[in-house]
């Protein structure tokens, strides 16, 4: 049996999938964090910590190439990020914002489209292992807009694990999940890192942190620190809500 995350849909690549060094992130030229380094290498996985308003989002927007960095130097399979090229934009999958699908596209739609674009040829029977695990058997035919927030989140979740990639970028992906659906999810980037796949995420849920990253990354105004999981889960659960 395929393994979740699903071997096939992973493309491995050489050391390292993605390094900063040194990298400013802002709006109007001011940064919104200290200088962010770090080295993320295949079948491991970074989470970024801290704050609201930290600038953890700030950071994954301009690893997808969607923020032009203010300073230092970041890269992505060894190339200065340029979501432009199909070398990019094959190797990296993210979730980031709750509206990145087609409206007009049924939720089984939404995920073939994604799969068979990104070249999976076996693309109808993805959809159908991803609406299994993600509950949205019964709302395969259901239009994006009729489901609730939480099952949004699960087709965006779902959308991301749909086609190849080497990097995996997920925006705090505890948002609107039960506890029953976010272990599943941390049971299947476990299984991400274990076919090979990279997984950076920002997130404030202490036990994802732990069951799925291999050190974290507290971001602050005026300096970031390099945690094991195990302590960033601490840190997280004594930030204010």
């Given at each position: 049996?395929?393994?979740?995350?699903?071997?096939?849909?992973?493309?491995?690549?050489?050391q390292p999938?993605?390094?900063?060094?040194?990298?400013?992130?802002?709006?109007g030229g001011a940064p919104v964090c200290a200088p962010v380094t770090f080295t993320l290498h295949p079948g491991r996985?970074?989470?970024?910590v801290g704050a609201n308003g930290s600038g953890k989002s700030t950071v994954l927007r301009a690893v997808i190439g969607?923020?032009?960095?203010?300073?230092g130097t970041?890269?992505?399979?060894?190339?200065?990020?340029?979501?432009?090229?199909?070398?990019f934009r094959s190797a990296v999958s993210s979730v980031l914002d709750d509206d990145a699908y087609f409206p007009s596209l049924s939720v089984a739609e939404h995920l073939y489209l994604v799969a068979r674009g990104h070249g999976v040829l076996d693309a109808w029977d993805r959809v159908d292992e991803l609406l299994d695990e993600f509950g949205l058997a019964d709302h395969a035919r259901s239009l994006p807009v009729s489901?609730?927030?939480?099952?949004?989140?699960?087709?965006?979740?779902?959308?991301?694990?749909?086609?190849?990639?080497?990097?995996?970028?997920?925006?705090?992906?505890?948002?609107?999940l039960d506890r029953r659906m976010l272990s599943a999810l941390a049971d299947r980037l476990v299984a991400e890192k274990a076919a090979g796949g990279a997984v950076l995420m920002a997130s404030h849920d202490p036990e994802l942190?732990?069951?799925?990253?291999?050190?974290?990354?507290?971001?602050?105004?005026?300096?970031?620190?390099?945690?094991s999981a195990a302590d960033a889960a601490e840190r997280i659960a004594r930030i204010p809500s």
């Open positions: 049996m395929r393994p979740p995350g699903g071997r096939s849909t992973l493309a491995v690549v050489p999938v993605a390094r900063a060094q040194d990298l400013l992130v802002g709006y996985a970074l989470a970024l969607l923020l032009e960095p203010a300073g970041l890269t992505v399979l060894g190339r200065p990020v340029d979501e432009r090229t199909v070398e489901l609730s927030s939480g099952q949004r989140r699960r087709l965006l979740l779902a959308a991301g694990f749909a086609r190849p990639r080497s990097l995996l970028v997920l925006d705090e992906p505890e948002q609107r942190v732990r069951a799925v990253a291999d050190r974290a990354l507290h971001l602050d105004d005026h300096a970031n620190e390099l945690l």
